[in-house]
């Protein structure tokens, strides 16, 4: 089965860098998608990784090692707007069937 | 140009009541989801539908029936509703064909049961 862990919630400053953390266990590994989720608002994509190493999209990288069944959102230049839940999933089966991480909240404060 | 969506956005309704949430997606995939987002905030998935063929169907109780009339169509009617039924019901899609794509989700249903 799968099991993904992800700190509840995490706090930091407008202007700094922070790094969300999502540890996971498979049976097959099929890469690991991190979404973004205002509150009271959709899920939306942010990142996919699928091969090791750390992929940078703006403020937002995105790294994974599967030896260590391990991945991190790294967020920088934080903007108060960057306030929501991270979710961290991964495909399980085939047709692309999701499993979330509980989410980690994330509170910007000025 | 809405990409996904949904209606009902809230849905207020008494214990033991039958409703319908209706999902519409016009970016031509062919797979699309039932999500439930409980008050923790945890993103379950229900079902699955791929062409208008069920493909997922999650331990879910029986009360919650999907339907797809076409493959831009999804939804999901509950009868005898419970109080657990509370909850924000998520719509997606996306196109299955070759490796892992995003799941594009609707605005999402509010359901509340009283």
């Known amino acids: 089965g799968q099991n993904i862990d992800q700190p509840t919630e995490m706090t930091a400053t407008e202007g700094a860098i922070v790094q969300i953390n999502c540890t996971y266990q498979?049976?097959?590994?099929?890469?690991l998608f991190w979404y973004q989720q205002h509150a009271g608002e959709a899920p939306t994509f942010l990142s996919y990784?699928?091969?090791?190493g750390l992929e940078e999209k703006g403020r937002f990288s995105s790294f994974l090692s599967r030896s260590k069944g391990y991945s991190y959102l790294l967020l920088k230049e934080l903007q108060m707007k960057d306030s929501a839940s991270y979710l961290c999933?991964?495909?399980?089966?085939?047709?692309?069937?999701?499993?979330f991480g509980a989410g980690t909240r994330l509170a910007v404060h000025p | 140009d809405t990409a996904v969506s949904q209606t009902p956005k809230y849905l207020v309704t008494q214990m033991g009541n039958d409703k319908s949430i209706k999902c519409e997606q016009n970016?031509?995939?062919?797979?699309m989801y039932w999500y439930k987002q409980d008050s923790k905030k945890f993103l379950k998935i229900m079902f699955s539908?791929?062409?208008?063929?069920?493909?997922i169907n999650e331990t879910v109780p029986n009360r919650f029936s999907p339907k797809s009339p076409d493959k831009a169509h999804l939804n999901l009617h509950i009868n005898s509703l419970e109080l657990g039924d509370s909850a924000v019901y998520f719509c997606?899609?996306?196109?299955?064909?070759?490796?892992?794509?995003?799941?594009?989700f609707g605005p999402g249903t509010r359901l509340t049961v009283l």
């Open positions: 997606a899609s996306t196109e299955t064909s070759g490796s892992y794509n995003e799941q594009f």
């Open positions: 539908y791929n062409n208008k063929e069920l493909i």
């Open positions: 990784n699928v091969l090791d």
């Open positions: 498979t049976s097959g590994f099929n890469g």
């Open positions: 970016l031509g995939h062919d797979t």
């Open positions: 999933a991964v495909p399980s089966g085939g047709y692309n069937k999701l499993i």
